[in-house]
């Protein structure tokens, strides 16, 4: 069985934090780059962090959009991924998504790279 799941999301007011969780079962994402992804309601999904295999180093990589904010890890024993997410803004509501590549190293941002997708969690930032 094969399973990949976001968590972690909820209403938060601005300048509070989330930290979002991605796990897996079936598979080992230590040998996947892990992408996080956002998509508002009316906008295109954007990959917001990436972090690359743990046999490539675990390399982190932060979009502009959440960089000095926002800090990917990976604790293998656990088989997951997180993304820390600190001094939020009502701009960063959305639906949060984790995703899977198995080939292509986090360098590469674009969505069509990513072949394992997670349901989403929800992230809303209002006071």
């Known amino acids: 069985q094969v399973q990949f799941v976001e968590s972690g999301g909820g209403l938060v007011q601005p300048g509070g934090s989330l930290r979002l969780s991605c796990s897996a079962s079936?598979?080992?994402?230590?040998?996947?780059?892990i992408g996080w992804f956002r998509q508002a309601p009316g906008k295109e999904r954007e990959r917001v962090s990436c972090?690359?295999?743990?046999?490539?180093?675990?390399?982190?990589y932060y979009e502009d959009v959440g960089k000095g904010r926002f800090t990917i890890s990976r604790d293998n024993a656990k088989n997951t991924v997180y993304l820390q997410m600190n001094s939020l803004k009502p701009d960063d509501t959305a639906v949060y998504y984790c995703?899977?590549?198995?080939?292509?190293?986090?360098?590469?941002?674009?969505?069509?790279?990513?072949?394992?997708w997670g349901q989403g969690t929800q992230v809303t930032v209002s006071s």
């Open positions: 079936g598979f080992t994402l230590d040998n996947y780059a």
């Open positions: 972090i690359s295999a743990s046999t490539s180093d675990s390399t982190t």
């Open positions: 995703a899977a590549s198995v080939l292509s190293p986090c360098v590469f941002a674009g969505i069509g790279l990513y072949d394992y």
